[in-house]
């Protein structure tokens, strides 16, 4: 599916969003909230779309992928990014949208849904990411046994000095400037990543390169992990925003990124909302029976 329109969006403060439409110009607009924190957009999410029904615009969020300036931390909060929607979605003169969500951008779309429940028509959150201490400890110091010996080759890169992976990694990402430290953690932290996302977890299978991306990418999700993403879980599932919207959850049961119990407490406070489990999937948008899922999920929106 080729893109038909796309652009940089001056959203203030020195912040420059890339943002890329494809699909139908005159169909139901959907707007796709990429995860990470860090990472971008990609050609390959706009596949869980039917393309002559929906409009379908996407976008990467401050200094993540095509946006520029490329890594920057100044003004990038979650706030901001939440505004950078609302901006977009005015600039595009759209009305209201679907708004979709994975991992970290279900946590965004969450926050989106509190400040701005009006402007969504339908919402889908997939293994939705939300931003606790629990979970960001989870990910950075107890790692599945299945991943211990690529956990270890990551380890590796951390000095024996007390530090932990999130605290050397925010130094060496966000306050100096080792260009070789930061590729070999930046290799070796989306090593263990593209394990976790996988199930059964597996080391990946595809040779992984380093370039300015991808250290931006870590340069970004350290700062937002180290501050806890800049919001708080409870935050996040105030029910008093999401009682009326159209929702669903979708979320592998043996996700090791982001948990199941997640989707559960997001259902605890969305009642509404329809929850699809998926048995013997983990977080990988790609594995078939999620993909399977998500689009079915979408395709409802149609009838």
Known sequence: MEQNQQGWLDVGRGHGIHWQSSGNPDGVPVVWLHGGPGSASSPAH???????????????????????????????????????????????????????????????????????????????????????????????????????????????????TGEDLLGYGYRVFCLENNKLEQAALALAWARYESALNAYPMTAPDFELTVGDSLVSRYRVQCHYLRHGCFTTREALLDPKALQGLDAVLVHGINDAVCPYENSLAIKRAMPQAKLVGIPDCGHDLTHPAMFAAVTRAIAQWQK
């Open 46 to 160: 706009r596949r869980v779309f039917d393309p002559s029904y929906f409009h379908i615009i996407q976008f990467d969020q401050r200094g993540c992928g095509n946006s520029r300036p490329a890594g920057e931390l100044e003004h990038n909060r979650t706030s901001d990014l939440v505004s950078d929607i609302e901006k977009l979605r005015h600039f595009l003169g759209i009305s209201s949208w679907n708004v979709v969500g994975g991992s970290w951008g279900g946590a965004l779309a969450l926050a989106y849904a509190q400040q701005h429940p009006e402007m969504i028509r339908h919402l889908l959150l997939r293994s939705t990411f939300l931003c606790s201490v629990h979970e960001i400890d989870a990910f950075m110091k107890r790692p599945p046994e299945s991943c211990r010996e690529i956990w270890s080759d990551l380890m590796a890169h951390v000095p024996a």
